[in-house]
C-alpha cells in the first residue's frame, strides 16, 4: 500500500469547516487505498501566540527563535 503524506495548517485549518474539509480529503486518500501520514500546523492566527507561550514558558528561549 502506497504511503501519501498530506499537510494542512494555517487558513486550511481556520474554521471548522475547513478542519472538516480537509479530514474529507484525507478520508479520500485513505479509501483510495493509500496509507496517509497527516501532519497538521497551527490554525490560522494561532502561530504568534504559540510561539508567545514558548517565550513565556521557556526561560531562557528568544522571541526570535521562537517565531516560525
Given at each position: 500500500m502506497p504511503y501519501l503524506v498530506?499537510?494542512?495548517g494555517g487558513t486550511s485549518l481556520a474554521t471548522v469547516?475547513?478542519?472538516q474539509r480537509a479530514a474529507r480529503y484525507?478520508?479520500?486518500e485513505v479509501?483510495?487505498?493509500y496509507q496517509v501520514v497527516v501532519v497538521v500546523l497551527?490554525?490560522?492566527g494561532?502561530?504568534?501566540q504559540l510561539a508567545e507561550?514558548?517565550?513565556e514558558a521557556t526561560p531562557h528561549s528568544s522571541?526570535?527563535?521562537a517565531r516560525i
Open positions: 498530506q499537510k494542512f469547516a475547513r478542519i484525507v478520508q479520500q479509501k483510495a487505498g497551527a490554525m490560522a494561532f502561530t504568534n507561550w514558548v517565550t522571541p526570535s527563535r
